[in-house]
């Protein structure tokens, strides 16, 4: 059974910095690109970055957050520095099957169900 379980959201204030993680499990992770996407209240759905599996990395937005992979663990971090309110929101990963990353959403084969990250003082 396919499973990607995110892990390590909550409440956080401006300026902190907060550490997600995705366990997978169930498919063969090293032939995976990774990606992480985040939805916000009333928005679409946004990449934030993505994980190839050679662990080139692909960052959205200003570079505030940092993305790695530890195949040995089938776990794909999402560290987070500098939060801002307009940060919150729900955060999923994704597996894509390959090593190519995209930000297309439907190329991602599997999905968690997500992680809440909230932000505020």
């Known amino acids: 059974q396919v499973q990607l379980v995110e892990s390590g959201g909550g409440w956080a204030q401006p300026g902190d910095t907060l550490t997600l993680s995705c366990t997978a499990s169930?498919?063969?992770?090293?032939?995976?690109?990774m990606g992480w996407f985040r939805q916000a209240p009333g928005k679409e759905r946004e990449p934030v970055s993505c994980?190839?599996?050679?662990?080139d990395v692909w960052p959205y937005g200003d570079g505030r957050f940092t993305t790695s992979r530890d195949n040995a663990k089938k776990t794909i971090y999402l560290q987070m520095n500098t939060l801002k309110p307009e940060d919150t929101a729900m955060y999923f990963c994704?597996?894509?099957?390959?090593?190519?990353?995209?930000?297309?959403?439907?190329?991602?084969?599997?999905w968690g169900r997500g992680t809440q990250v909230t932000v505020s003082s």
């Open positions: 169930g498919f063969t992770f090293e032939y995976y690109s």
């Open positions: 994704a597996a894509r099957e390959g090593g190519h990353c995209s930000n297309t959403q439907k190329s991602y084969k599997h």
């Open positions: 994980v190839r599996q050679n662990g």
